[in-house]
């Protein structure tokens, strides 16, 4: 062949190719259509009706379906996210506004495939692409309960506002032909059902990896580093790595101390901070004895890693005095002497990851702006870190977290004036 024919046949050959995968984007937009609107109401057993209610929980949904101040499941949240802000629809049994006229075959579909009812596409600020592990018995016991148990709200859902391209259903289906398949789970009959049971959970309708696993520049989580941490986008928390041993890997936790966190929000190892805290306030607190174990079986096996090792402080460095005394004056009477805590009210800071990891971002949130445990049944009345943002300035605050970084058995590297500027001009600007 000379060099023209060879020149047409891969420019036909790359036409092809993007005609086919036109054609393929082109179906995911098209190929499903709308599912008919029911007329009569749905009943149900009360036994399924709380056992959705209960899974509901799990899947925190009333957590992203309800609006600061609004009315429970009626939508009007916004979820940011890198490309905009989308807001969660009212999954009230309205007709009209929420999900009134869906039938639980429209509603299986929404949460396997992330299709709504008239057949439009939804954006995976819907955890969708975890929360489609959801059986079809499960997914269904939802939504007997949200039609039975709920009131309706008439509420229109808030339109999104996603800057272009991402606004478009084209790019969303262009996403999904790239990164979305619905799954159903898959037992692995090589683990106890225990496992499986927590792999279910954690994987699926918990979505765990929404927020701790790494995603790409287009939002997607990335195959093959599911639980690897990740910043969650625009708040600047960090959701540590569920699998290295000096961020969140519970591999060497015992179970009653990883059951307790998850259900009381505290434990000798650390506290829940920020949107960690809201999911165990949320979600994790109402797990039963048996899914809290299996959740645990399933976590504490993991693969561990060692890779994310903090820089160890360098042995020359002089001991932080002005950070020692700042201590003592404002931190001493809740942690400790030795950083030691209080068990169940302060959590230790000695020997805890939440103060040694690399990433320091949690930390200078959590002094600056304070926070509370979440309120549990095993913690009702929990104690509060009072913020810090209008007592200390950034040098103090540095200084503190130096110290305490590098105390007690901690060896981690400092906190520089530096890392601190962003975080006290977020709290600045409301
Ligand atoms: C992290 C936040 C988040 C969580 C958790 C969440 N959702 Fe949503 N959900 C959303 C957002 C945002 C949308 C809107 C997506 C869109 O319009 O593209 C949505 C849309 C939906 C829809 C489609 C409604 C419609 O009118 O098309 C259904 C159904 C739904 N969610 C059910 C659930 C259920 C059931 C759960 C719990 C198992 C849940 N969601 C948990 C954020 C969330
Ligand atoms: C009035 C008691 C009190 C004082 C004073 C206090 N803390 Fe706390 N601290 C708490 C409580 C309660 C929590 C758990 C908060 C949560 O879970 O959101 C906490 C959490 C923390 C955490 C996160 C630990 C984890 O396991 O995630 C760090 C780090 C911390 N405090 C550091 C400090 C520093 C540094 C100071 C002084 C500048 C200080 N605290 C002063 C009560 C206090
Ligand atoms: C909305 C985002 C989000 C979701 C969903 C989420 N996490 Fe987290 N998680 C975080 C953040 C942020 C932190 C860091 C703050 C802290 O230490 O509490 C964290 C911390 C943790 C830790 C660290 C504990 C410690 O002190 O070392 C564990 C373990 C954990 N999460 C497990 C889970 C499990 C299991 C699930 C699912 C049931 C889950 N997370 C769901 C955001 C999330």
Excluded at 51 to 64: D, F, M, P, S, T
Aim: hydrophobic fraction near 40%; glycine fraction near 8%; proline fraction near 6%.
């Amino acid at each position: 062949m000379n060099a023209k024919r060879i020149a047409l046949v891969v420019a036909a050959g790359a036409m092809a190719t993007l005609l086919l995968a036109a054609g393929v984007v082109l179906r995911e937009l098209h190929g499903h259509g709308a599912i008919a609107p029911i007329e009569t109401s749905w009943s149900a057993s009360s036994e399924q009706v709380t056992r959705g209610e209960y899974l509901a929980r799990i899947g925190n949904c009333a957590g992203c379906h309800t609006a600061r101040g609004g009315e429970p499941y009626a939508g009007g949240n916004a979820v940011n996210t890198p490309f905009g802000a989308v807001y969660a629809s009212n999954l009230t049994p309205d007709k009209a506004t929420g999900i009134g006229a869906w039938s639980a075959d429209a509603f299986y579909r929404a949460m396997h495939e992330g299709r709504s009812r008239d057949g439009h596409l939804l954006y995976p600020a819907f955890p969708y692409p975890n929360i489609s592990l959801t059986s079809r018995e499960d997914a269904d016991a939802i939504y007997a309960f949200l039609m039975n148990r709920i009131a309706p709200v008439k509420r229109e859902n808030t339109a999104h506002t996603l800057h272009f391209p991402y606004n478009t259903q084209l790019a969303l289906a262009a996403w999904r032909v790239l990164y979305f398949t619905p799954e159903t789970f898959a037992p692995n009959a090589s683990q106890p059902a225990a496992w499986n049971r927590g792999a279910y959970l954690v994987q699926g309708l918990a979505h765990c990896g929404a927020c701790h696993s790494a995603r790409n520049a287009l939002g997607a989580t990335i195959a093959g580093h599911a639980y690897d941490g990740a910043m969650m986008p625009l708040n600047d928390w960090y959701a540590p790595s569920l699998t290295a041993r000096n961020e969140a890997s519970v591999a060497d936790w015992d179970l009653a101390q990883i059951s307790a966190w998850l259900k009381h929000g505290i434990s000798e190892r650390g506290a829940a901070l920020g949107p960690m805290a809201e999911v165990v306030y949320q979600s994790t607190q109402y797990l039963r004895d048996d899914d809290a174990t299996a959740m645990v079986t399933y976590l504490k096996v993991l693969p561990v890693s060692e890779t994310s090792l903090a820089p160890r402080a360098s042995t020359d460095r002089k001991p932080e005095t002005q950070g020692e005394r700042l201590y003592g004056e404002h931190c001493k009477n809740c942690h400790g002497d030795r950083g030691e805590g209080k068990s169940g009210a302060f959590p230790a800071l000695a020997g805890n990851r939440a103060v040694t990891m690399v990433n320091a971002n949690n930390l200078i949130q959590v002094v600056l702006a304070g926070g509370f445990a979440p309120a549990t049944t095993g913690n009702p009345r929990p104690h509060g870190m009072p913020p810090y943002y209008h007592v200390l300035s950034d040098a103090e605050i540095a200084k503190i977290l130096t110290f305490i970084r590098a105390s007690w058995g901690n060896d981690a590297a400092a906190v520089t004036e530096l890392d601190m500027a962003k975080f006290r001009n977020a709290l600045r600007t409301p």
